[in-house]
């Protein structure tokens, strides 16, 4: 039972943008740094997004996130075909003193 | 930088198992160490816990509590996991990963190794 809540399913058109939402408490999201990772099917996941906002120099910037309060977003925009995978938001739980990941969402290219 | 997990596990109910990671191109130091995350069949991911690059300290799951041992072996920049007592539940692919964590928390895994199959089977 993860402690991050994600909403299971996103979609849309190739071009169009999607957003990703990631949902916590006070001893995750609201206290310490969200990464994002992105799962294609079958493959290792990949880091997308740290420290919240930062991404990796190898992550174009049609990724991006941000963080307000206990919750987290994940933007795609120029959505390509290639994205279709599965997405997920990582944090630190002060209260468990571990890390946790949200639900995970998968987005699909209409 | 690059992690290489060992091969596929079958295992029996009762019975432990033991994962390594091997780590290259990068410098193993106290605070950049391995955690371990595991993605049952059709499930997501899991985080389990994270041991030191100097092998001082361990963070561990509450589900993996009593059960999962974490260590680094320096010498030869290699993690390892060994869970005991395995069930069904068990059966996942168990990844390693690449962690920075401070005294006061971590920070995600940003390289990740391929991942390694363990299967918890009578």
């Known amino acids: 039972q993860s402690v991050l809540t994600q909403p299971p399913s996103v979609s849309a058109a190739p071009g169009q943008k999607v957003s990703i939402s990631c949902s916590g408490s006070?001893?995750?999201?609201?206290?310490?740094?969200v990464t994002w990772y992105r799962q294609l099917p079958g493959t290792v996941p990949k880091l997308l997004i740290y420290?919240?906002?930062k991404r990796p120099s190898d992550i174009p910037d049609r990724f991006s996130g941000s963080k307000s309060g206990t919750s987290a977003t994940l933007v795609i925009t120029g959505l390509q075909t290639g994205d279709e995978a599965d997405y997920y938001c990582?944090?630190?739980?002060?209260?468990?003193?571990?890390?946790?990941f949200g639900t995970g969402t998968k987005v699909t290219v209409l | 930088v690059q992690l290489v997990q060992s091969g596929v596990e079958v295992k029996t109910p009762g019975a432990s198992v033991k994962v390594s990671c091997m780590a290259s191109?990068?410098?193993?130091?106290?605070?950049?160490?391995i955690c371990w995350v595991r993605q049952a069949p059709g499930q997501g991911l899991e985080w389990l816990g994270w041991?030191?690059?100097?092998?001082?300290?361990?963070y561990r799951a509450q589900s993996v509590q009593g059960r999962a041992t974490l260590t680094t072996d320096t010498s030869t920049n290699t993690a390892y996991m060994e869970l005991t007592s395995l069930t069904s539940d068990d059966t996942a692919v168990y990844f390693c990963?690449?962690?920075?964590?401070?005294?006061?928390?971590?920070?995600?895994?940003?390289?990740w190794g391929q991942g390694t199959l363990v299967t918890v089977s009578s």
């Open positions: 990963g690449r962690e920075f964590c401070d005294a006061a928390r971590c920070f995600g895994p940003d390289y």
């Open positions: 191109g990068y410098t193993f130091n106290p605070l950049l160490g």
């Open positions: 041991s030191s690059g100097d092998n001082t300290k361990t």
């Open positions: 006070t001893s995750n999201i609201g206290n310490n740094h």
């Open positions: 420290e919240n906002d």
């Open positions: 990582g944090t630190w739980d002060t209260s468990l003193s571990a890390g946790v």
